[in-house]
């Protein structure tokens, strides 16, 4: 099974900068890596998702390095709202994809 | 971009009776899709691999009999839990890969068996 370790909780402040490192020591040539975010009694929300070094949407910024055995989900500027439950998976966008093994997930709180 | 719709959102039941879940890509096909199950303040756990056209694969340890999925259609995947009890009560989720193979999630079902 695909594993992830993440830290437990992080707590930030509205206005800073977060990064989330998860550590993925069995990943797969042909493996992606894919962040979710999740509001509680909500379906996880996709965030952002790459293959290496460095990949930025809208909304974060993700780095992998060259050995790709971890990953770094960096959300600039929090606010209120991105207090969530952050969860990287990897996969390797074939068939098995969708048989992703959640780990625990990173709970994000944001303070004012 | 990629939608997939869950139905019902939430739905209480009496134990011994049978609920079902309802998930449609909305926008794309799906010959794949994916049940999840989440305990309160847990991951999500995955339950079965739904597959149209074809019997689903059920992870270990989730009784085949107790949670039938049919996948009919390209874009409908249904989860019926059958004679409920109340530890069946949980946050049901489902999923398929949508545009970019990227996994879209329902936003869930709430089930409460009392």
């Known amino acids: 099974l695909a594993k992830t370790t993440q830290p437990i909780s992080m707590d930030s402040y509205e206005g800073q900068e977060v990064n989330i490192t998860c550590s993925h020591n069995n990943i797969a040539t042909n493996d992606y890596i894919t962040w979710y975010q999740q509001f509680p009694s909500q379906g996880p929300r996709f965030i952002i998702q790459g293959y290496k070094t460095k990949v930025t949407n809208e909304v974060a910024s993700l780095f992998i390095p060259a050995d790709r055995k971890s990953s770094t989900l960096s959300l600039p500027r929090v606010s209120l709202s991105d207090t969530a439950v952050y969860y990287c998976l990897f996969g390797d966008g074939g068939t098995s994809y969708g048989k992703l093994t959640f780990g625990q997930g990173t709970i994000l709180t944001v303070h004012p | 971009g990629a939608v997939v719709s869950q139905h019902p959102s939430r739905v209480i039941c009496k134990s011994g009776t049978s609920v079902k879940i309802e998930c449609r890509s909305l926008d794309f096909q799906a010959t794949t899709m994916f049940w999840y199950r989440q305990f309160p303040k847990q991951s999500l756990m995955l339950m079965a691999t739904s597959n149209e056209g074809s019997k689903a694969t059920y992870e270990q340890g989730v009784e085949k009999d107790k949670f039938l999925i049919n996948h009919a259609s390209l874009t409908l995947s249904t989860l019926t839990v059958t004679s409920a009890h109340p530890e069946d009560s949980s946050f049901y989720i489902c999923?398929?890969?949508?545009?970019?193979?990227?996994?879209?999630f329902g936003a869930g079902s709430r089930l409460t068996v009392l």
């Open positions: 999923s398929a890969r949508g545009e970019a193979n990227v996994l879209t």
